[in-house]
């Protein structure tokens, strides 16, 4: 479809511009749209969680109700299912408002007026797995201490002249590859996503409204069409990303307790 809309002379297709949307100041100092998303998104998640745990009752409202099943979600189906039922209640805070956090910014992209995904800009996903990477790894150190934790990323029982390979295999894998892959999933995810959302939105808008060719309004529908099939599947694929990060975290939090490897 790009290559269609660019050789119809007068649409540019949407390119990586368009995640940097700075709305005042300048360079590294400015104040950009997922920025402002991101504060909102903590606005509205904090007056949400006030307002439905505020007076909560044996019978629930219907917001107490639909917050403790997103709650009870990450309790038991994360948490508990993941961690183990002995140290998981710890941890339950830090996952819940990961995941609320990462799902109502992801879902801001297909959320009008909005319809961002804060989470497309790298910064954002980097920051969210610099603190789960400093978590998971604080647990670790806390419970064998730093030799004992070093040690405990090997698997007993390794013979000796594997340990020469196996050693930095693992010493990349908990210090590199986990943060990283953590961080570029879900980044690359609503990048492409998002990305492809607002070509087709603008490609229909293009073909029918500015192109000044009825043979051309065909595809303009077709494109809004795609355009909302797109939308509901980002809209899972938002859902699904939320859960893969905080179900990695678990992952990795409960990696750090166990311990075997």
């Known amino acids: 479809m790009s290559a269609l809309l660019a050789a119809s002379n007068g ?20 104040v950009t749209r997922a920025a ?19 007076r909560m009752s044996i019978v629930p409202s ?3 109700f639909f917050t ?23 941890y339950v805070p830090f996952l819940f408002s990961l995941f609320v956090f990462i799902l109502l910014n992801n879902l801001f992209g297909i959320i009008p007026p909005i319809q961002f995904p804060t ?30 934790y070093l040690k405990h990323m090997i698997p007993p029982g390794v013979p000796g002249w594997v340990l020469g390979i196996l050693v930095p295999l693992e010493l990349l894998t908990y210090f590199f590859t986990r943060p990283v892959t953590l961080a570029l999933r879900i980044w690359g995810n609503m990048f492409a996503g998002h990305l492809l959302l607002v070509l087709f ?12 060719k009825l043979l051309y309004i065909p595809l ?6 795609f355009a909302f099939v797109m939308t509901v599947f980002e809209g899972l694929i938002e859902f699904l990303q939320s859960y893969i990060f905080v179900l990695l975290t678990a992952l990795y939090i409960a990696g ?5 490897h």
Do not use: C, M
């Not at 009870?72 to 961690?83: A, C, E, H, L, T």
């Open 62 to 64: 219907p917001g107490q």
């Open 36 to 54: 402002i998303v991101a504060v909102l998104s903590v606005i509205l998640l904090s007056w949400w969680l006030l307002a439905t745990t505020r």
């Open 119 to 148: 989470l497309s800009r790298i910064g954002f996903p980097i920051a969210l797995t610099l603190i789960v990477y400093v978590v998971y790894h604080t647990v670790g150190v806390r419970r064998f201490g730093v030799v004992g």
């Open 68 to 90: 403790e099943q997103v709650y009870g979600f990450v309790r038991n189906s994360v948490g508990r299912d993941i961690i183990g039922t002995q140290e998981f209640l710890k």
């Open 256 to 260: 750090s307790l166990t311990e075997e």
């Open 220 to 225: 303009g529908i077709f494109s809004y069409v």
């Open 201 to 212: 939105i603008t490609g229909g808008e293009w073909f029918i409204f500015e192109s000044g």
């Open 11 to 30: 649409y540019e297709a949407p390119g990586t511009d368009i995640f940097w949307q700075p709305l005042f100041g300048s360079g590294q100092w400015a």
